[in-house]
């Protein structure tokens, strides 16, 4: 019979496994592999990730990282901006196409409607042996040849049949510049040549290595992918099952991180959009469900998060006046002294890593 897990011990053994239960010491690329990638939409969350997760993390690591193309910033999971170390993110995405083939449904999908969609793939290929492209010139490019159709529509369809990647300074610190695309293959030249395309089974190994014990639903909705019942079946062997508390069943591997319970868990802030809360269907291991609406906005935001004792407790941001940043944190229940105090020291170091410059003064702000 299957051990039961509480929610408490999915909470300690995913928060070590995300490395919060302490602060590691690894490269950028040893990171990012063992998270199976970063959620990156904008620049600097991913920043704020690593820096919540690694001893002695600098901005400049990852900006360096990326580069000198060991990590690359494009579409992966769920067809949504990640970084990913250049090993990965070749043998991953071609297992990815059935989900960037999904990204093309609602208004795009009416916008191409009847149109030789190989023939613009194509075409939007080509147009790259001239040089990287920002979306909307490789959109205007097409539109000139295809005059009826929507400059937009034609970029979504080269973006979701042609893995890009985001050029340096795009998804950099602080960059919000229009990104420059070029597909992988010519954006990591020979190495690319020598790369293995993963199977599902990889993948979905490494999911539960970086966000285990977890069930066959979470593994899709971290992915996109679809199918992971044969996957499982398949993988049986070598995998071990547990039993949730509202009688789910919860994949592992074996040797696989699972901490006492007990174990106590660090003050963290959490980036936006972090991984933490976007790879398993049921987030109670990690919030609570009433919370959600907090965290999670109407017009797509995830916001940063306050862990206390591994369980999301608030939300921060960094507002910014001149040469002056303060954290804004916004609890959803009264904190403990000792915990308002950890929270609040965590809230300094990170504006110490954030910080813009030289003599900005750093406060923190209790809502």
Not at 208 to 213: I, R, S, W, Y
Request: glycine content about 6%.
């Amino acid at each position: 019979m299957a051990a039961l897990l509480s929610r408490r011990a999915l909470n300690r053994a995913t928060l070590a496994r995300q490395m919060l239960l302490a602060r590691r010491k690894a490269t950028v690329a040893e990171a990012i592999e063992k998270l199976a990638g970063l959620q990156a939409q904008a620049p600097n969350p991913p920043y704020i990730g690593l820096w919540s997760r690694l001893e002695g993390f600098r901005r400049e690591q990852l900006t360096d990282a990326l580069r000198k193309r060991r990590v690359v910033r494009m579409s992966t999971l769920r067809a949504t901006l990640h970084l990913m170390t250049a090993r990965d993110a070749l043998a991953w995405r071609p297992l990815l196409e059935a989900v960037h083939q999904r990204g093309l449904s609602g208004e795009h999908s009416r916008a191409l409607e009847g149109i030789d969609r190989a023939a613009v793939v194509a075409a939007g290929a080509a147009l790259f042996d001239e040089g990287p492209l920002t979306a909307t010139a490789l959109g205007q490019a097409l539109a000139a040849r295809w005059k009826d159709r929507a400059p937009a529509s034609l970029a979504a369809l080269i973006r979701n049949n042609v893995p890009l990647v985001h050029l340096p300074p795009a998804g950099s610190w602080n960059s919000h510049q229009n990104a420059q695309l070029q597909p992988i293959a010519q954006w990591l030249g020979d190495s690319a040549a020598d790369a293995n395309a993963a199977t599902q089974d990889d993948l979905l190994l490494r999911y539960l290595a970086a966000f285990g014990p977890a069930t066959l639903a979470d593994a899709g909705a971290w992915s996109g992918l679809t199918g992971w019942k044969a996957v499982a079946e398949r993988l049986k062997p070598q995998l071990r099952m547990f039993v949730g508390e509202e009688g789910q069943e919860l994949f592992d591997l074996p040797r696989a991180p699972r901490p006492d319970p007990d174990t106590p868990a660090p003050p963290r802030l959490v980036a936006e959009w972090d991984n933490l809360l976007l790879s398993h269907v049921d987030r109670s291991r990690v919030m609570s469900e009433a919370h959600r609406a907090r965290v999670f906005t109407v017009n797509g935001i995830v916001r940063g998060t306050v862990l206390l004792d591994g369980l999301v407790s608030g939300t921060w941001k960094i507002e910014r006046a001149k040469n002056a940043a303060t954290v804004v944190l916004e609890p959803f229940a009264r904190w403990s002294k000792a915990d308002r105090l950890g929270v609040q020291e965590e809230a300094m170091r990170l504006l110490a890593f954030a910080a813009d410059g030289e003599g900005e003064r750093h406060d923190v702000r209790v809502l």
